[in-house]
């Protein structure tokens, strides 16, 4: 059974940079089959793509966002990281990753999501 | 402003059915992308419901059904159940960009 898990700081100070890493089990980073994604949800409001890595390291973002965000895999590890920086208020959401099947399927696989709020 | 238009909300009592629409553009549905949604119960990460229009995934009830014409998409669940009462989510895509609608509230009255 494929698990994701979101961690880093719940907590993060205006202007900082936000960052979140998601450990995958019961699957692979490196199979081409996937794409491995962060998308958030804001207290309240509906999704978010932020954007992908496929575990060649290719990677497509959100155009809001594509100027401040930084999508990384670790195969080593079986994880794959997001970090966003500059961040505002407008950036407290729960973030999720999650992994969708490259071709024909929708995103399959969702972590349990990490709360992050920015305040000083 | 979501690139997917969804209605806010929608309601019905046990045993009905009810639809939901998820309306986009040339760009997106209209260029034959594929519409996927997602249900997402309070507190929790949104589930796979239906994919490729829709294909239902293994362990997903029949009540639920998908559809998609032109520049939209319906989602439809019949005989209501009180634990259908959730957020449901459109997704689809625009070039190779991931796009969602604004999502819908299920209320089973």
């Known amino acids: 059974q494929v698990q994701l898990q979101e961690s880093g700081p719940g907590l993060v100070k205006p202007s900082e940079t936000l960052s979140l890493t998601c450990t995958v089990s019961g699957g692979s980073v490196s199979s081409g089959s996937y794409y491995w994604s962060w998308i958030r949800q804001p207290p309240g409001k509906g999704l978010e793509w932020i954007g992908y890595?496929?575990?060649?390291?290719?990677?497509n973002y959100n155009p809001s966002l594509k100027s401040r965000v930084t999508i990384s895999v670790d195969t080593s590890k079986n994880q794959f990281s997001l970090k966003l920086s500059s961040v505002t208020a407008a950036d407290t959401a729960v973030y999720y990753c999650a992994r969708r099947l490259r071709y024909g399927g929708g995103i399959d696989y969702w972590g349990q999501g990490t709360l992050v709020t920015v305040s000083s | 402003q979501s690139v997917l238009t969804q209605p806010p909300s929608v309601s019905g009592a046990p045993g009905q059915r009810v639809t939901i629409s998820c309306t986009g553009s040339s760009s997106n549905i209209g260029a034959g992308y594929d519409v996927h949604w997602y249900q997402q119960l309070p507190g929790t990460a949104p589930k796979l419901l239906i994919y490729g229009n829709s294909n239902r995934p293994s362990g997903v009830p029949d009540r639920f059904s998908g559809s998609k014409s032109g520049t939209s998409a319906s989602l439809a669940i019949t005989g209501l159940q009180a634990e259908d009462e959730a957020d449901y989510y459109c997704q689809s895509y625009d070039s190779s960009l991931w796009v969602f609608g604004g999502g819908t509230k299920l209320t089973v009255l």
């Open positions: 890595i496929y575990y060649s390291g290719s990677t």
